[in-house]
């Protein structure tokens, strides 16, 4: 009699919709048309392009404009179709485009900043369009007016910048690292705080502005939590990139946090679940599960007559150990920690399956990503890669 073959449990991954191909360059920054099926981008080649989607089922321009210099960002505005580019040369362009998307209209030009634009944000609802650069200034500006509004100098470098409409607090990441609070008014800013996690730059902010909570994506590789509307100070660590985060989005209808790699990992995490913080590593002269003395503590040594060993520390206690007391490797999810870390021997056993289930999920994007955008309402992922190539993704298997 024939053995019953089970049939194998199918893989829920995201399926690949679209590869939009032509651009000359690294394409920085692209945006997929609501309601449309189309794709906005700006790139490095200095062009600004709309595909829209053929009968053919392919994605061809319907504009393509050139502009006097790299388009290093973007920020469209659906229900004005206002597109505002940020680019090399530190000035921002401000179009409109028409209602079939077949033609853009210039408004105005805004002599933002002395160097390279890095990020631009249109507030709609106070009629400001906010933006960073290379220079290391934070500005805004009237979009009605086109006056300058204010500025804020930032400590290094800005790569990551995001907006709470309601308290008016704008966040600014940097490449050294520190996460900026400002809160803005008309026509001047008042430093709310800062504060570090990372132990890289911060590549990219994701605001989610009903649970109040920031998300940062550094180049060491992790994203942090921060609970800014708890005012508990909790920081959640995110490990899930082998190399560093290049973008983040927030899924608000389902609470997943969808978070992209250099190394083209796409990371679906489940944030409706309940996290906790990881421990601050403890220091000690000895390991604080044997005793035995680490290696620059000499007296216990000569004491002893035992040679030091080298300290470790257990990513579920934080305490400092030998290695012979933590030679076991656990992933502990609810931390952060989808993959194997060191823990101590007593928390290994401690570990139960149920807290080693994963909170997230992995996919393979096959292309260095530089940029994002997630579509909520179809549940499409916009993927733009150092292979000068745009993908979209249908995320609805796993985002749900």
């Given at each position: 009699m024939a053995?019953?073959?089970?049939p194998?449990p199918?893989?829920?991954k995201?399926?690949?919709l679209?590869?939009?191909e032509g651009?000359?360059e690294?394409?920085?920054?692209?945006?997929?048309?609501?309601?449309?099926?189309?794709?906005?981008s700006?790139?490095?080649?200095r062009t600004v392009r709309?595909w829209?989607k053929?009968?053919?089922?392919?994605?061809?321009p319907?504009i393509?404009?050139?502009?006097?210099?790299?388009?290093?960002?973007?920020?469209?505005n659906?229900?004005?179709?206002?597109?505002?580019?940020g680019?090399?040369?530190g000035?921002i362009?401000?179009?409109?485009?028409?209602?079939?998307?077949?033609?853009?209209?210039?408004v105005?030009?805004y002599q933002a900043?002395?160097?390279?634009v890095?990020?631009?944000?249109?507030?709609?609802?106070?009629e400001w369009?906010?933006?960073?650069?290379?220079?290391k200034?934070?500005?805004w500006?009237?979009s009605e007016?086109?006056?300058?509004?204010?500025?804020?100098?930032?400590?290094a470098?800005?790569?990551?910048?995001?907006?709470?409409?309601e308290?008016r607090?704008v966040?600014?990441?940097?490449q050294s690292?520190?996460?900026?609070i400002?809160?803005l008014?008309?026509e001047?800013?008042?430093?709310?705080?800062t504060?570090?996690?990372?132990t890289?730059?911060?590549?990219?902010?994701c605001w989610?502005?009903?649970q109040r909570?920031?998300?940062?994506g550094?180049s060491?590789?992790?994203?942090?939590m921060?609970?800014i509307?708890g005012r508990k100070?909790?920081?959640i660590?995110l490990?899930?990139?082998n190399?560093?985060?290049q973008?983040?989005?927030?899924?608000?209808?389902?609470?997943?946090?969808?978070s992209c790699?250099g190394?083209?990992?796409i990371?679906?995490w489940?944030m409706?679940?309940?996290r906790?913080?990881?421990?601050?590593w403890?220091d000690?002269?000895s390991?604080?599960k044997?005793d035995?003395?680490f290696?620059w503590?000499f007296?216990?040594?000569?004491?002893?007559?035992?040679?030091?060993?080298r300290q470790?520390h257990?990513?579920?206690c934080g305490k400092?150990?030998?290695g012979k007391?933590?030679?076991?490797?656990?992933?502990i999810?609810l931390m952060g920690?989808?993959?194997e870390?060191?823990?101590c021997d007593?928390?290994h056993e401690?570990i139960?399956?149920?807290?080693?289930?994963?909170?997230?999920?992995f996919?393979?994007?096959?292309h260095?990503?530089?940029?994002?955008?997630?579509?909520?309402t179809?549940?499409?992922l916009?993927?733009?890669g150092t292979?000068?190539?745009?993908k979209?993704?249908?995320m609805?298997p796993?985002?749900?």
């Amino acid at each position: 009699m024939a053995a019953e073959i089970q049939p194998k449990p199918l893989t829920r991954k995201p399926i690949l919709l679209q590869r939009v191909e032509g651009s000359q360059e690294v394409v920085n920054m692209a945006v997929i048309v609501p309601k449309e099926e189309g794709v906005i981008s700006v790139s490095e080649d200095r062009t600004v392009r709309v595909w829209l989607k053929r009968d053919s089922g392919q994605y061809w321009p319907s504009i393509y404009h050139v502009m006097p210099s790299p388009c290093s960002c973007m920020s469209f505005n659906p229900e004005t179709r206002r597109l505002s580019i940020g680019l090399d040369n530190g000035t921002i362009s401000e179009f409109i485009l028409s209602e079939d998307y077949n033609k853009m209209t210039p408004v105005k030009n805004y002599q933002a900043h002395q160097s390279r634009v890095t990020m631009i944000q249109f507030v709609l609802e106070l009629e400001w369009v906010l933006s960073t650069g290379q220079d290391k200034q934070f500005a805004w500006h009237c979009s009605e007016s086109g006056q300058r509004l204010g500025g804020y100098r930032t400590s290094a470098v800005a790569s990551g910048l995001q907006f709470d409409v309601e308290t008016r607090h704008v966040f600014i990441g940097d490449q050294s690292g520190q996460v900026t609070i400002l809160k803005l008014e008309q026509e001047n800013c008042t430093l709310v705080t800062t504060f570090r996690g990372h132990t890289g730059g911060v590549t990219a902010l994701c605001w989610d502005p009903v649970q109040r909570v920031l998300f940062s994506g550094s180049s060491d590789h992790s994203v942090i939590m921060w609970d800014i509307g708890g005012r508990k100070g909790t920081a959640i660590e995110l490990q899930g990139h082998n190399d560093k985060v290049q973008a983040l989005s927030y899924a608000q209808h389902t609470r997943q946090l969808i978070s992209c790699g250099g190394d083209g990992g796409i990371v679906v995490w489940n944030m409706d679940v309940e996290r906790q913080e990881t421990p601050e590593w403890l220091d000690s002269d000895s390991c604080q599960k044997c005793d035995q003395p680490f290696f620059w503590n000499f007296k216990q040594m000569w004491d002893s007559k035992k040679i030091g060993l080298r300290q470790h520390h257990c990513r579920k206690c934080g305490k400092a150990v030998c290695g012979k007391c933590s030679s076991k490797r656990s992933p502990i999810p609810l931390m952060g920690f989808e993959f194997e870390v060191r823990v101590c021997d007593s928390c290994h056993e401690a570990i139960t399956d149920e807290e080693r289930a994963p909170t997230a999920t992995f996919h393979d994007s096959k292309h260095n990503i530089v940029h994002v955008h997630f579509d909520a309402t179809r549940g499409w992922l916009l993927t733009s890669g150092t292979d000068k190539v745009i993908k979209l993704w249908d995320m609805t298997p796993v985002v749900s």
